[in-house]
């Protein structure tokens, strides 16, 4: 089993700067790829950031050059920097785990989430 608990949601203004933490316990995090998903109200969750075990990074096209995915294996922490927020970006954040060392954008192919953290940007 593994848990996953999100911080780092709050209100910001468009144009400024978050970071998200998902920190894990209960599992080798360091052989889990991880992931970032958000759900907006009324929408359905969407991808945003996923990384492998190594570290390769794949983002959705909305948050490309905007948001950067890392891990700190020694700290069982997976990091969402998102800069230039805006917004559409306004959403709950879930942070999500893999039994497997490869990424995926694809939620059904996650095995733990987190219980998410709000987000909130402004215009």
């Known amino acids: 089993q593994v848990q996953l608990v999100e911080s780092g949601g709050e209100l910001v203004q468009a144009g400024g700067s978050l970071r998200l933490s998902c920190a894990a316990s209960g599992r080798t995090f360091s052989d889990s790829a991880m992931g970032w998903f958000r759900q907006a109200p009324g929408k359905e969750r969407e991808f945003v950031a996923t990384i492998s075990w190594v570290g390769v990074t794949d983002y959705a096209d909305s948050v490309k050059g905007r948001f950067v995915i890392s891990r700190d294996n020694a700290k069982s922490t997976m990091y969402l920097q998102m800069s230039g927020l805006k917004p559409e970006d306004t959403a709950v954040y879930y942070c999500?785990?893999?039994?497997?060392?490869?990424?995926?954008?694809?939620?059904?192919?996650?095995?733990?989430w987190g219980q998410g953290t709000q987000v909130t940007v402004s215009s």
């Open positions: 999500a785990a893999r039994r497997f060392r490869g990424f995926s954008k694809w939620d059904y192919e996650y095995d733990y």
